[in-house]
């Protein structure tokens, strides 16, 4: 008799995104003529950069001729596009990465969701609070949880992001833990680490031998030169650590889909023997079993967020949405909330003191505005909302506006 995997029993509830899009989609039925400003999911609204859409094009077009028509790429992406993040992604910030070490997919959430099917199923897994719930989730549909209980997994540990430490929690001695989710620019919070603070993250990693799983999603956003774009810039990481990057949010492919994740040579795990094995081997196999390659008129259109027009474009993009983000960051301290994020992120995570769910529901109904709730991230979450700052600035001076008004009001 075939039976369910009793592991997605123990799945709290629906995926965040996924319940959010069900309140709108009932909002909607019941008032079609109301005005919906969507400021929830981290979705992009521009169109693609016209290098890229160029580029997008041309691939298409090679498609239809016998003389350049591809089939089957190579798995880990096309040559042409691996060795462009190479260089400009990595080399360009001294960090010693190859193309040889990066693994063109179809997205971040992907690649963050999947590669936990690498460690060993009693593999002790530590995620900060609040977290991306796709770290938690993929981890507890793997196995490595026990049952939920007042809004947490049993077996997990939970690093508690709050106001005292900005949202960026740092390992404490006694932390133990084998696999680590880092997430800079934070999802949720927007809060970024310093140089400093991970570096506390690789020396603690080497020391537990744990493997740090480093999302960086965002690091196109970040604004301030003095952040680390990459885990790789601290020394030491390349044996310690994976990064998971995305043009989602860099140029506009959240429809589009491509991202990669890079491992790099030095990363070298133990079997239960201790003998040792390259992690990027192990990813290959996986990878190149599970996952045909995306497709060639993508590839082209990503690699064209490197050309010189592409770079410009793409700076253009980020900079419209990091002045969204200035706007919402400026309205919502002005009304009094304590605010993180919007400076190097694109995300701003407000402080309402309000029950999270109950704001978001509020914010919607009063202010026909989306919000992600805070406490869809995390039981730190909980009294917090995220507004996203992916819209027109049209859209985010009036979602201020009518936020505004609402916030004030009891739920
Ligand atoms: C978010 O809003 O947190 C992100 O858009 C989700 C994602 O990238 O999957």
């Given at each position: 008799?075939?039976?369910?995997?009793?592991?997605?029993?123990?799945?709290?509830?629906?995926?965040?995104?996924?319940?959010?899009?069900?309140?709108?989609?009932?909002?909607?039925?019941?008032?079609?003529?109301?005005?919906?400003?969507?400021?929830?999911?981290?979705?992009?609204?521009?169109?693609?950069?016209?290098?890229?859409?160029?580029?997008?094009?041309?691939?298409?077009?090679?498609?239809?001729?016998?003389?350049?028509?591809?089939?089957?790429?190579?798995?880990?992406?096309?040559?042409?596009?691996?060795?462009?993040?190479?260089?400009?992604?990595?080399?360009?910030?001294?960090?010693?990465?190859?193309?040889?070490?990066?693994?063109?997919?179809?997205?971040?959430?992907?690649?963050?969701?999947?590669?936990?099917?690498?460690?060993?199923?009693?593999?002790?897994?530590?995620?900060?609070?609040?977290?991306?719930?796709?770290?938690?989730?993929?981890?507890?549909?793997?196995?490595?949880?026990?049952?939920?209980?007042?809004?947490?997994?049993?077996?997990?540990?939970?690093?508690?992001?709050?106001?005292?430490?900005?949202?960026?929690?740092?390992?404490?001695?006694?932390?133990?833990?084998?696999?680590?989710?880092?997430?800079?620019?934070?999802?949720?919070?927007?809060?970024?680490?310093?140089?400093?603070?991970?570096?506390?993250?690789?020396?603690?990693?080497?020391?537990?031998?744990?493997?740090?799983?480093?999302?960086?999603?965002?690091?196109?956003?970040?604004?301030?030169?003095?952040?680390?774009?990459?885990?790789?810039?601290?020394?030491?990481?390349?044996?310690?650590?994976?990064e998971f990057r995305s043009?989602?949010?860099?140029?506009?492919?959240?429809?589009?889909?491509?991202?990669?994740?890079?491992?790099?040579?030095?990363?070298?795990?133990?079997?239960?023997?201790?003998?040792?094995?390259?992690?990027?081997?192990?990813?290959?196999?996986?990878?190149?079993?599970?996952?045909?390659?995306?497709?060639?008129?993508?590839?082209?259109?990503?690699?064209?967020?490197?050309?010189?027009?592409?770079?410009?474009?793409?700076?253009?993009?980020?900079?419209?949405?990091?002045?969204?983000a200035s706007i919402i960051?400026?309205?919502?301290?002005?009304?009094?909330?304590?605010?993180?994020?919007?400076?190097?992120s694109p995300y701003i995570?407000?402080?309402?003191?309000?029950?999270?769910?109950?704001?978001?529901?509020?914010?919607?109904?009063?202010?026909?505005?989306?919000?992600?709730?805070?406490?869809?991230?995390?039981?730190?979450?909980?009294?917090?909302?995220?507004?996203?700052?992916?819209?027109?600035?049209?859209?985010?001076?009036?979602?201020?506006?009518?936020?505004?008004?609402?916030?004030?009001?009891?739920?």
């Open positions: 008799m075939v039976r369910i995997n009793e592991n997605y029993k123990k799945l709290q509830s629906s995926y965040l995104f996924v319940e959010i899009a069900r309140k709108i989609s009932e909002f909607r039925k019941n008032n079609p003529d109301r005005e919906i400003i969507k400021m929830g999911i981290g979705d992009v609204t521009n169109p693609l950069p016209q290098a890229c859409l160029k580029a997008f094009h041309e691939g298409v077009d090679e498609l239809g001729s016998t003389k350049t028509f591809k089939g089957y790429g190579p798995e880990k992406g096309y040559d042409f596009l691996r060795e462009a993040i190479a260089k400009h992604d990595f080399a360009s910030r001294g960090t010693e990465i190859t193309a040889d070490d990066i693994f063109v997919s179809d997205g971040a959430k992907c690649d963050t969701g999947n590669f936990q099917e690498l460690f060993s199923p009693d593999c002790i897994v530590a995620v900060p609070d609040p977290v991306y719930p796709v770290y938690v989730d993929t981890n507890v549909m793997a196995g490595r949880s026990g049952k939920a209980r007042g809004g947490r997994y049993g077996g997990f540990v939970y690093l508690e992001g709050n106001s005292a430490n900005h949202f960026v929690p740092a390992p404490e001695k006694e932390l133990k833990a084998d696999l680590i989710y880092l997430c800079y620019p934070n999802n949720p919070t927007g809060a970024t680490a310093t140089r400093k603070q991970l570096k506390a993250w690789v020396n603690w990693a080497i020391a537990h031998k744990a493997l740090i799983l480093f999302d960086a999603a965002y690091e196109a956003f970040i604004q301030d030169p003095d952040i680390p774009h990459s885990i790789f810039e601290i020394p030491g990481a390349d044996k310690v650590a994976v043009f989602s949010k860099t140029a506009g492919f959240t429809g589009t889909r491509c991202a990669f994740t890079v491992i790099p040579p030095a990363c070298q795990i133990k079997d239960k023997e201790g003998k040792e094995h390259s992690l990027k081997e192990l990813w290959n196999r996986r990878h190149s079993t599970k996952f045909n390659g995306v497709s060639y008129p993508v590839q082209k259109a990503a690699a064209a967020v490197y050309s010189r027009e592409g770079q410009a474009q793409v700076k253009d993009l980020i900079k419209g949405y990091m002045n969204n960051l400026r309205e919502m301290e002005e009304a009094g909330y304590e605010c993180t994020g919007g400076k190097n995570w407000v402080n309402t003191g309000k029950d999270s769910w109950e704001s978001f529901d509020q914010i919607l109904k009063e202010a026909g505005v989306v919000i992600t709730p805070g406490s869809g991230f995390g039981l730190c979450g909980q009294g917090f909302i995220r507004i996203s700052a992916f819209n027109s600035p049209e859209n985010v001076e009036k979602a201020m506006r009518r936020m505004k008004k609402v916030l004030k009001k009891p739920c």
